[in-house]
């Protein structure tokens, strides 16, 4: 004769179970996905520091270069001090010389006396 009808029972049973799996699948996908979020966070923040650190560092070499310029301008301005201070010693000798020599000379036997004539 003609095929028994479902069991109405059963059938609720199989829909149920099938929608049990397609739960079960969708949860684990949902945990396998905060899991890699989770992970990309850690990254993310592990990135973060490593740049701060980067940062920090480059600001830090920064400030020393800076230094070590400032430093150096200003050993250059001593050393120029310096040396037009010691131009400045050697002119005034000249001129305390060039003095010496033309005051000697007057008292001597004045201008005539072949002191300064060529």
Same mark, same amino acid.
């Given at each position: 004769?003609?095929?028994?009808?479902?069991?109405?029972?059963?059938?609720?049973? +199989?829909?149920?179970?099938?929608?049990?799996? /397609? %739960?079960? /699948?969708?949860?684990? %996908?949902? /945990?396998?996905?905060?899991?890699? !979020?989770?992970?990309?966070?850690? !990254?993310?923040?592990?990135?973060? #520091?490593? !740049?701060?650190?980067?940062?920090?560092?480059? =600001?830090?070499? =920064? #400030?020393? !270069? *800076?230094?070590?310029?400032?430093? /150096?301008?200003?050993?250059?301005?001593? @050393? +120029?001090?310096?040396?037009?201070?010691?131009?400045?010693? +050697?002119?005034?000798?000249?001129?305390?010389?060039?003095?010496?020599?033309?005051? @000697?000379?007057?008292?001597? *036997?004045?201008? =005539? +006396?072949?002191?300064?004539? =060529?």
């Amino acid at each position: 004769g003609p095929p028994p009808p479902p069991d109405p029972q059963r059938v609720t049973a +199989a829909h149920d179970e099938a929608a049990a799996r /397609a %739960q079960a /699948a969708h949860d684990a %996908q949902a /945990a396998e996905s905060a899991a890699q !979020l989770e992970n990309l966070k850690v !990254l993310a923040t592990e990135r973060a #520091a490593a !740049l701060s650190a980067a940062q920090a560092a480059a =600001s830090e070499e =920064s #400030a020393r !270069l *800076r230094s070590e310029l400032t430093a /150096a301008r200003e050993a250059e301005s001593r @050393e +120029a001090a310096k040396e037009a201070a010691a131009l400045l010693r +050697a002119q005034r000798a000249e001129q305390d010389l060039a003095l010496r020599e033309s005051r @000697e000379c007057g008292a001597r *036997r004045g201008p =005539s +006396a072949g002191c300064g004539a =060529s």
